[in-house]
């Protein structure tokens, strides 16, 4: 199966799994990352704003906030290319790039190396750490300038144990479901 044809697979599964489903995955996976070890070691964790399609993460970001640690969002500076952008709360968002909401202009710059923990979206995912995600490459590229720790959330329903690979193709640490952690390194 081709990369393109499990995305649509997918794509069309995930459109028809119930709010009630989503809702409730959405907010067991947000329990689970602010319980992991990765977490709680984390400064600085760089997080996306999902979309209606991915996990909610807006509560997970407020928590982050609360918690005291720093935050920050991807910002698509150009076709394929994103960069990791502070923010000091939900004032710092506004409607970006394909409708997402991304950080202003103004907030600064969080460079690779100040990261302590990735949360990476995805159109599926599996618990050996292999990903498969939109098909623009944003999150395989900036992730090979990273050396933290990169967490993976995706609805149970969802995940897949045959996504096709590439050699550029970075493989998650962990994966979160409604289900638990997963260390992808491990297994466990």
Not at 106 to 129: K, M, S, Y
Request: glycine fraction near 8%; proline fraction near 5%; charge should be negative.
């Amino acid at each position: 199966m081709t990369k393109q044809t499990l995305r649509a697979e997918v794509i069309a599964r995930a459109k028809n799994l119930s709010p009630t489903y989503c809702r409730e995955a959405d907010e067991a996976i947000c329990r689970w990352v602010i319980q992991s070890d990765a977490y709680e070691k984390a400064g600085t964790i760089f997080c996306y704003v999902g979309t209606e399609r991915e996990i909610d993460t807006m509560r997970l970001i407020h928590i982050i906030m609360r918690d005291g640690k720093n935050v920050a969002v991807p910002l698509c500076v150009e076709q394929g290319i994103m960069e990791a952008r502070r923010i000091e709360g939900m004032g710092d968002l506004v409607s970006g790039r394909y409708g997402i909401l991304a950080p202003r202009l103004q907030c600064p710059v969080a460079a690779p190396e100040e990261l302590d923990l990735v949360i990476v979206p995805c159109c599926t995912g599996n618990t050996r750490g292999e990903r498969l995600g939109y098909g623009g490459g944003y999150y395989d590229r900036y992730l090979a300038k990273t050396t933290c720790p990169t967490m993976l959330l995706c609805r149970h329903q969802l995940e897949r144990e045959d996504i096709p690979t590439e050699p550029h193709d970075v493989r998650m640490d962990y994966i979160v479901t409604e289900r638990g952690i997963v260390d992808c390194r491990s297994g466990k």
